[in-house]
């Protein structure tokens, strides 16, 4: 979805940066990140919320995913959300992260979300087979494309490619992105697989396209125009930790919705 740099005020807040390992089946962040680490983030109203271990209240995660990222807020209309991931193991889910402050749309969460409205969409999703970046490869375990010039996130709802990566010289239309000239946004960034497959064979026209995991536009953290957000350093944390192998899934939503997945 086409970014919008939407500002708010801010303030210093320190928060844990790196995934620590917590089972093997977890995986490993970038090779050379130390065990702990600390990265300023200047958000008041972002809080570092105790760890709720949600992934095991969640009843739809397919039976072969072992990483859960849940992406939640006190309210459908907040901005503001914490990110949590988890790792299945042997004993049941287990937390892999302190919580990370997030940003979602400037006009919270939707359970309706359609194409220009900048609501973030509630459910669980899946993670794209490729992930992109503005950079190099910060060292993720699935594909990874280095965007250039004519790559776009095709956001017209009037095209049979709407909603999907498309490599042209032209603008495809409509709110379609030009992704390599997102900057800071898209550095690096996952796909959520909202409105597209496999949550739907194929994307509903003007049901909402480009939902993306992306680091923060500002340094103080804003809202977005959909997308879930968050710092540099835990963005690419989280991108590295996640392994296709693993079946993750993104649930996006309430705390009080929660009971729905």
């Given at each position: 979805m086409k970014r919008r740099n939407l500002l708010l005020g801010a303030a210093g807040l320190a928060v844990p940066a790196v995934l620590a390992p917590t089972a093997p089946a977890q995986g490993v962040g970038r090779p050379s990140a130390p065990a702990v680490g600390r990265v300023s983030l200047s958000s008041p109203r972002l809080p570092t919320l105790p760890n709720h271990r949600l992934a095991a209240r969640l009843?739809?995660?397919?039976?072969?995913t072992r990483q859960a990222i849940i992406v939640s807020a006190t309210s459908f209309t907040t901005t503001y959300a914490t990110l949590e991931a988890y790792v299945r193991v042997s004993s049941g889910w287990q937390p892999a992260v302190t919580p990370m402050p997030a940003r979602i749309g400037s006009r919270g969460f939707s359970d309706n979300h359609?194409?220009?409205?900048?609501?973030?969409?509630?459910?669980?999703?899946?993670?794209g087979p490729t992930m992109y970046g503005i950079a190099a490869n910060p060292?993720?375990?699935?594909p990874y494309h280095r965007l250039v010039s004519g790559d776009w996130w095709n956001e017209n709802p009037s095209s049979p490619r709407y909603n999907t990566f498309q490599q042209s010289s032209t603008n495809p239309g409509g709110a379609s992105e030009a992704l390599w000239q997102e900057t800071p946004d898209y550095t690096h960034f996952a796909v959520i697989?909202?409105?597209?497959?496999?949550?739907v064979p194929t994307p509903i026209p003007n049901a909402g396209s480009g939902i993306f995991l992306?680091?923060?536009?500002?340094?103080s953290g804003n809202a977005t125009a959909g997308c879930v957000a968050l710092a540099h350093d835990h963005l690419v944390d989280v991108l590295a930790w996640l392994d296709p192998a693993l079946s993750p899934r993104i649930m996006l939503g309430p705390y009080g919705q929660l009971g729905r997945y």
């Open positions: 009843a739809l995660l397919p039976a072969q359609v194409e220009g409205v900048p609501t973030t969409p509630t459910g669980i999703y899946s993670i060292g993720v375990r699935y697989t909202y409105n597209m497959p496999p949550n992306h680091q923060f536009g500002t340094s």
